[in-house]
């Protein structure tokens, strides 16, 4: 038996008036993700534990079958498991954003435009951050590149007592009220301000400019935490696995979670990544002898942070054409499982996430269960009369199905 998630990052929404108040999920065209709902068991789980942010970290981490109450140490340490950060047990890891603020002169008076400088593509921010490292590196920072506009600042024997707000949930609004807070707030706050002098002239960001594209005017520092431990997956389900995603974080709880990190040219974190290759990727791995594939698209999530709601309505069925279709087609010389979800919403109306429960779908090749529903959505999965309270315990569901 073979075992698949497909976690569409951020999938679920609320209804939209400009969809004639449909949701995305209601309103794209994706037939193959719709058969699953018409012939699995349809459902609603609750991803994050009441009292946790509504991340992608806590609520992956729930997918992945670990309590986030007892395994959540915070968002960065997981991402620098995957970039190869190794970390002290006294380090503190901090998410690094390159972000684009408005231009006032004061710090505290500019407005957060873009979190993520424009999508900026990697080449360009390994630069940035180079110089960062260059300028401010010491015995107790370090600056680590990453993917894209994620990147990691390494803390030595640093201060958890600290308030951050990611990037993602101020868009558009004046930065003053969201700047660190907390012992050792004044160090970090002094370090996003001097950022903004370096990036200000620096080549990358000129030339960024002359082609219409944001700049990456300051870092911006947040989600902060310490080195985590997860028990193996392989320990709690007996299972070989992978884990296919563009994000350090996703690849990060994977990878502590003793599964194989799948890397896929043209993945990308966006709308335009390469959705083909991460189903050709799973099915390789399956043959090769995983049990177990975690396939992790970020696409929908993005769309819904920018607010771009034709991008979220395309990135949902081109998850549906171009790798649940070949997915599907190339399972079949097996008997498998498949378990579809978001792992949290990311509302367009908001642009940011919200803990409200996701639809699932399981479906089961070798006993498929007709029902009701006309096809995959919020409102169809909550008819359903299925709830998951403990989102951590999916998992189970998927590999045993008499569990509860």
Known sequence: MKYIVLLGDGMADYPVAELNNKTPLEAA???????????????????????????SDVANLSVFGYDPRVHYTGRSPLEAVSMGISLGDKDVAIRCNLVTLSDEENYEDKTMIDYSSGEITTAESRELIRTIAEKFNDDSFAFYPGISYRHCL?????????????????????????????????ILLSLMKKSTEVLKEHPVNKNRIKNGLNPATSIWLWGQGKKPSLNTFHDKFGLKGSVISAVDLVRGIGILAGLKPVYVEGATGNIHTNYSGKALAALKELESGSDFVYIHVEAPDECGHQGLTEGKVKSIELIDSELLGPLLKGLSKWDYS???????????????????????????KGNPAKSKNTGYSEKNAASAGIFIEEGYKLIERLINPGAP
């Open 338 to 364: 498949i378990l579809l979800l978001p792992d949290h919403p990311t509302p367009l109306s908001i642009k940011t996430h919200s803990a409200d429960p996701v639809p699932y779908v399981i479906y089961r």
């Open 29 to 55: 065209d994706k037939p193959n993700m719709d058969y699953l709902a018409q012939n699995g068991e349809m459902g609603l789980v609750k991803t994050v534990p009441d009292g946790l942010h509504p991340g």
């Open 154 to 186: 390494v803390w030595k024997n640093g201060n958890l007592s600290l308030n951050l707000t990611p990037p993602h949930d101020i868009s558009g609004r004046k930065v003053l009220d969201y700047l660190p807070k907390g012992e050792g707030s004044d």
